[in-house]
């Protein structure tokens, strides 16, 4: 079962595309954040989301929030992902422990082996303020991300 707005959000510490460890409690009383969890890497619907991401980026991602997409591919599927998308966000690891994040926020499919498109938006004290999540065929809506975004 997904965590709901009002619960603290679980800790991430994963490593980025680039090998470099992201921790979530390093952003606390710093930034928002926009935690999206995705498939798979080089899926179309995966692919064009994280496309649409980058193309909104000024608008989703500022000095108050960062914007922090996880998915249970290697960190190297995901760099090579990044390269090939050209994704200027942090693309994390969920890979080993295979699904340990996506199973504390309670998007991890366990007869797929992978994270839904689950979308938590994340307050300065660490707390989950929104929070969407989609089946794997289905498309998320970044400007509900906005619209949650600015309400905080």
């Excluded at 997904?2 to 490593?15: E, F, S």
């Excluded at 390093?26 to 995966?46: E, Q, W, Y």
């Excluded at 249970?72 to 994704?87: G, V």
């Excluded at 994270?115 to 929104?130: E, K, M």
Aim: with cysteine.
């Amino acid at each position: 079962m997904p965590i709901h707005a009002g619960d603290p959000a679980p800790d991430v510490r994963l490593k980025d595309q680039h090998g470099r460890s992201v921790d979530l409690a390093d952003l606390r009383g710093r930034k928002n954040v926009v935690l999206m969890f995705f498939p798979f890497a080089f899926t179309s619907v995966c692919t064009g989301e994280l496309q649409a991401v980058q193309g909104e980026l000024p608008s989703l991602q500022s000095e108050h929030t960062q914007v922090l997409a996880v998915s249970c591919d290697s960190m190297h599927a995901l760099r090579a992902f990044s390269d090939a998308e050209r994704l200027d966000f942090p693309l994390l690891s969920d890979f080993w422990p295979h699904g340990t994040v996506s199973r504390a926020y309670g998007v991890f499919a366990e007869d797929k082996g992978c994270a839904l498109r689950g979308t938590f938006v994340i307050d300065r004290q660490g707390v989950v303020r929104w929070t969407v999540v989609n089946g794997l065929p289905d498309a998320r809506d970044l400007h509900e991300y906005a619209k949650a975004l600015a309400a905080l």
